[in-house]
Protein backbone atom coordinates (compact mmCIF):
# COMPACT_ATOMS: atom_id res chain seq x y z
CA UNK A 1 0.00 0.00 0.00
CA UNK A 2 0.90 3.10 -1.19
CA UNK A 3 2.43 5.77 1.98
CA UNK A 4 2.91 9.11 0.15
CA UNK A 5 3.75 8.22 -3.39
CA UNK A 6 0.73 7.43 -6.05
CA UNK A 7 1.67 6.05 -9.34
CA UNK A 8 -1.25 5.70 -12.51
CA UNK A 9 -0.04 4.48 -15.69
CA UNK A 10 -1.62 5.43 -19.14
CA UNK A 11 -0.34 5.12 -22.75
CA UNK A 12 3.00 5.48 -22.78
CA UNK A 13 3.22 7.91 -19.69
CA UNK A 14 3.65 7.38 -15.93
CA UNK A 15 2.65 10.15 -13.39
CA UNK A 16 4.70 9.98 -10.20
CA UNK A 17 2.18 12.40 -7.76
CA UNK A 18 4.32 13.11 -4.13
CA UNK A 19 1.35 12.90 -2.51
CA UNK A 20 1.24 14.19 1.53
CA UNK A 21 -0.49 17.78 0.50
CA UNK A 22 -1.16 18.01 4.49
CA UNK A 23 2.63 18.02 4.60
CA UNK A 24 3.49 19.84 1.96
CA UNK A 25 4.42 16.70 -0.17
CA UNK A 26 7.49 16.79 2.38
CA UNK A 27 9.87 13.32 2.13
CA UNK A 28 9.57 10.57 5.01
CA UNK A 29 11.79 7.41 4.74
CA UNK A 30 8.66 5.68 3.25
CA UNK A 31 7.79 8.15 0.70
CA UNK A 32 12.40 7.79 -0.42
CA UNK A 33 11.65 4.36 -0.53
CA UNK A 34 8.39 3.92 -2.69
CA UNK A 35 10.19 6.73 -4.96
CA UNK A 36 13.44 3.97 -4.98
CA UNK A 37 11.16 1.23 -5.94
CA UNK A 38 8.88 3.38 -8.60
CA UNK A 39 11.81 4.63 -10.61
CA UNK A 40 13.21 0.67 -10.48
CA UNK A 41 10.08 -0.62 -12.03
CA UNK A 42 9.68 1.19 -14.61
CA UNK A 43 13.54 -0.20 -15.45
CA UNK A 44 11.70 -3.42 -16.74
CA UNK A 45 8.01 -1.46 -17.43
CA UNK A 46 8.24 -1.16 -21.09
CA UNK A 47 4.64 -0.22 -21.46
CA UNK A 48 6.09 2.99 -19.47
CA UNK A 49 8.02 5.12 -22.05
CA UNK A 50 7.78 8.51 -20.00
CA UNK A 51 7.29 9.67 -16.92
CA UNK A 52 5.91 12.95 -15.30
CA UNK A 53 6.56 13.83 -11.43
CA UNK A 54 4.68 15.84 -9.73
CA UNK A 55 2.89 16.71 -6.43
CA UNK A 56 -0.40 16.69 -5.37
CA UNK A 57 -2.62 19.90 -4.23
CA UNK A 58 -1.94 23.29 -5.14
CA UNK A 59 0.61 24.87 -2.11
CA UNK A 60 3.80 22.27 -2.67
CA UNK A 61 5.32 20.43 -5.55
CA UNK A 62 7.67 18.92 -2.35
CA UNK A 63 8.99 20.94 0.72
CA UNK A 64 12.18 19.10 1.05
CA UNK A 65 12.62 16.17 3.73
CA UNK A 66 10.10 15.83 6.63
CA UNK A 67 11.12 17.88 9.07
CA UNK A 68 10.42 14.62 11.70
CA UNK A 69 12.98 12.33 9.89
CA UNK A 70 15.91 11.31 11.90
CA UNK A 71 18.54 9.72 10.51
CA UNK A 72 21.55 9.22 12.79
CA UNK A 73 25.12 10.21 11.07
CA UNK A 74 28.24 8.50 11.54
CA UNK A 75 31.09 10.39 13.69
CA UNK A 76 33.20 10.70 10.66
CA UNK A 77 32.94 13.93 9.11
CA UNK A 78 33.63 12.22 5.50
CA UNK A 79 30.31 10.02 6.16
CA UNK A 80 27.00 11.24 5.92
CA UNK A 81 23.87 9.21 5.83
CA UNK A 82 21.66 10.81 3.54
CA UNK A 83 18.48 9.06 2.74
CA UNK A 84 17.64 11.27 -0.58
CA UNK A 85 20.63 10.53 -2.30
CA UNK A 86 18.54 7.55 -3.68
CA UNK A 87 15.20 9.17 -4.38
CA UNK A 88 15.96 10.34 -7.90
CA UNK A 89 15.80 8.63 -11.36
CA UNK A 90 19.22 8.62 -12.15
CA UNK A 91 19.97 7.66 -9.04
CA UNK A 92 18.28 4.21 -9.72
CA UNK A 93 19.40 4.14 -13.34
CA UNK A 94 16.19 4.47 -14.99
CA UNK A 95 16.96 6.33 -18.22
CA UNK A 96 13.77 7.11 -19.62
CA UNK A 97 12.94 10.99 -19.63
CA UNK A 98 11.29 12.19 -16.71
CA UNK A 99 9.14 15.54 -16.99
CA UNK A 100 8.81 17.69 -13.39
CA UNK A 101 5.41 19.68 -13.35
CA UNK A 102 6.03 21.85 -10.10
CA UNK A 103 2.90 23.56 -8.60
CA UNK A 104 3.49 25.79 -5.83
CA UNK A 105 6.89 25.48 -3.36
CA UNK A 106 9.88 23.66 -4.19
CA UNK A 107 12.85 23.77 -1.88
CA UNK A 108 15.39 22.25 -0.42
CA UNK A 109 15.50 18.38 -0.43
CA UNK A 110 13.16 18.77 -3.87
CA UNK A 111 16.05 19.72 -5.66
CA UNK A 112 16.81 15.69 -5.75
CA UNK A 113 14.04 15.39 -7.31
CA UNK A 114 14.41 18.41 -9.88
CA UNK A 115 18.03 17.73 -10.33
CA UNK A 116 17.69 14.55 -12.29
CA UNK A 117 14.70 15.33 -14.26
CA UNK A 118 14.93 16.26 -18.03
CA UNK A 119 13.26 19.20 -17.55
CA UNK A 120 10.73 21.20 -15.96
CA UNK A 121 6.90 22.96 -16.52
CA UNK A 122 6.00 25.09 -14.11
CA UNK A 123 2.40 26.81 -12.91
CA UNK A 124 2.30 30.71 -12.45
CA UNK A 125 2.46 29.49 -8.85
CA UNK A 126 5.52 27.67 -8.71
CA UNK A 127 8.73 28.89 -6.54
CA UNK A 128 11.73 27.68 -6.06
CA UNK A 129 14.11 28.22 -2.50
CA UNK A 130 16.76 26.05 -0.50
CA UNK A 131 16.39 27.35 3.05
CA UNK A 132 19.50 25.42 4.29
CA UNK A 133 21.74 28.35 5.40
CA UNK A 134 18.76 30.16 7.15
CA UNK A 135 18.46 26.80 9.94
CA UNK A 136 22.01 26.02 10.30
CA UNK A 137 22.64 23.88 7.79
CA UNK A 138 24.74 23.37 4.34
CA UNK A 139 23.95 23.31 0.80
CA UNK A 140 25.60 20.75 -0.90
CA UNK A 141 24.18 18.27 -2.71
CA UNK A 142 20.89 20.67 -3.58
CA UNK A 143 23.50 23.53 -5.01
CA UNK A 144 25.44 20.95 -6.67
CA UNK A 145 22.63 19.61 -8.52
CA UNK A 146 21.15 22.78 -9.21
CA UNK A 147 24.40 24.41 -10.56
CA UNK A 148 23.66 22.28 -13.99
CA UNK A 149 20.64 23.99 -14.21
CA UNK A 150 20.98 27.43 -13.40
CA UNK A 151 24.28 30.11 -13.74
CA UNK A 152 26.67 30.40 -10.89
CA UNK A 153 25.08 33.54 -9.64
CA UNK A 154 21.49 32.44 -9.52
CA UNK A 155 22.40 29.13 -8.14
CA UNK A 156 24.51 30.92 -4.86
CA UNK A 157 22.27 33.71 -4.20
CA UNK A 158 19.26 30.95 -4.05
CA UNK A 159 21.77 29.05 -1.44
CA UNK A 160 23.30 31.73 0.44
CA UNK A 161 19.35 34.22 0.90
CA UNK A 162 17.86 30.80 2.35
CA UNK A 163 14.32 31.32 3.35
CA UNK A 164 14.43 34.95 2.64
CA UNK A 165 13.93 34.90 -1.66
CA UNK A 166 12.27 32.69 -3.56
CA UNK A 167 12.46 32.56 -7.22
CA UNK A 168 9.10 32.94 -9.05
CA UNK A 169 8.19 31.03 -12.10
CA UNK A 170 9.24 33.67 -14.35
CA UNK A 171 12.17 34.29 -13.04
CA UNK A 172 13.30 30.40 -13.33
CA UNK A 173 11.99 30.51 -16.94
CA UNK A 174 14.59 33.52 -17.74
CA UNK A 175 17.54 31.74 -16.28
CA UNK A 176 16.91 28.05 -17.82
CA UNK A 177 15.58 26.29 -14.31
CA UNK A 178 12.22 25.88 -16.22
CA UNK A 179 11.08 25.43 -19.62
CA UNK A 180 7.88 26.58 -19.61
CA UNK A 181 5.40 28.35 -17.75
CA UNK A 182 1.86 27.15 -18.13
CA UNK A 183 -1.94 28.98 -17.55
CA UNK A 184 -3.15 28.56 -14.18
CA UNK A 185 -3.49 25.01 -13.11
CA UNK A 186 -2.18 23.85 -16.48
CA UNK A 187 1.25 22.15 -15.31
CA UNK A 188 0.62 18.95 -15.05
CA UNK A 189 -1.54 18.39 -18.39
CA UNK A 190 1.47 20.52 -20.04
CA UNK A 191 3.50 17.64 -18.58
CA UNK A 192 1.71 15.60 -19.42
CA UNK A 193 1.07 16.42 -23.21
CA UNK A 194 4.90 16.78 -23.64
CA UNK A 195 5.77 13.50 -22.13
CA UNK A 196 3.33 11.79 -24.50
CA UNK A 197 5.12 13.47 -27.32
CA UNK A 198 8.24 11.90 -26.47
CA UNK A 199 7.05 8.52 -25.33
CA UNK A 200 6.12 8.07 -29.00
CA UNK A 201 9.13 8.79 -30.53
CA UNK A 202 11.66 5.33 -30.74
CA UNK A 203 12.26 3.92 -27.52
CA UNK A 204 15.91 3.43 -27.83
CA UNK A 205 16.65 6.50 -29.79
CA UNK A 206 15.27 8.63 -26.57
CA UNK A 207 16.49 6.08 -23.90
CA UNK A 208 20.17 7.16 -25.78
CA UNK A 209 19.72 10.52 -25.62
CA UNK A 210 18.98 10.75 -22.05
CA UNK A 211 22.06 8.36 -21.25
CA UNK A 212 23.93 10.76 -23.77
CA UNK A 213 22.63 13.79 -21.88
CA UNK A 214 23.03 12.44 -18.07
CA UNK A 215 26.95 11.11 -18.94
CA UNK A 216 27.80 14.63 -19.69
CA UNK A 217 27.23 15.78 -15.97
CA UNK A 218 27.68 12.60 -14.03
CA UNK A 219 31.50 12.66 -13.98
CA UNK A 220 31.27 16.11 -12.93
CA UNK A 221 28.55 15.67 -10.16
CA UNK A 222 30.42 12.53 -9.31
CA UNK A 223 33.81 14.91 -8.20
CA UNK A 224 31.73 17.49 -6.40
CA UNK A 225 29.52 14.59 -4.55
CA UNK A 226 32.46 13.12 -2.99
CA UNK A 227 33.23 16.88 -1.49
CA UNK A 228 29.85 16.70 0.38
CA UNK A 229 30.05 14.41 2.86
CA UNK A 230 32.45 16.58 5.14
CA UNK A 231 31.26 19.96 3.93
CA UNK A 232 28.27 18.45 5.50
CA UNK A 233 29.28 17.23 8.54
CA UNK A 234 31.61 20.15 9.70
CA UNK A 235 29.17 23.20 8.50
CA UNK A 236 26.03 21.45 9.81
CA UNK A 237 24.76 23.45 12.99
CA UNK A 238 24.33 20.85 15.61
CA UNK A 239 20.60 19.52 15.69
CA UNK A 240 19.11 20.59 18.50
CA UNK A 241 20.61 24.68 17.06
CA UNK A 242 18.77 23.71 13.62
CA UNK A 243 15.54 23.15 15.58
CA UNK A 244 15.82 26.17 17.33
CA UNK A 245 16.12 28.40 14.04
CA UNK A 246 13.08 26.21 12.29
CA UNK A 247 11.31 26.76 15.27
CA UNK A 248 11.87 30.48 15.20
CA UNK A 249 11.00 30.91 11.63
CA UNK A 250 9.00 33.68 10.84
CA UNK A 251 6.32 32.94 7.78
CA UNK A 252 5.29 34.53 5.60
CA UNK A 253 8.20 37.47 5.91
CA UNK A 254 10.36 36.58 2.42
CA UNK A 255 11.04 38.31 -1.17
CA UNK A 256 9.97 36.96 -4.44
CA UNK A 257 11.76 37.30 -7.65
Known amino acids: MSLGVRVDKGSGVAVVTLDRPGRLNALDLAMAGELADAWREFRHDDAVRAVVLTGAGERAFCSGIDRDVVV ?25 PVVAAVCGVACGGAFYLLGECEFLVADPTACFFDPHTTYGM ?3 YESMLMAARM ?5 ARMALMGAAERIGAR ?14 GGALDAAVARATVIAGYPRAAVEGTVRALWASREASLAALFAQAPHLVALGNAPAGRQA ?14
Open 151 to 155: PYGEV
Open 72 to 96: PQPSSPYMVDDPLLGVGPKANGLWK
Open 244 to 257: ELFGGRRRGEFRTR
Open 171 to 184: RALEIGLVSEVTEP
Open 138 to 140: VSA
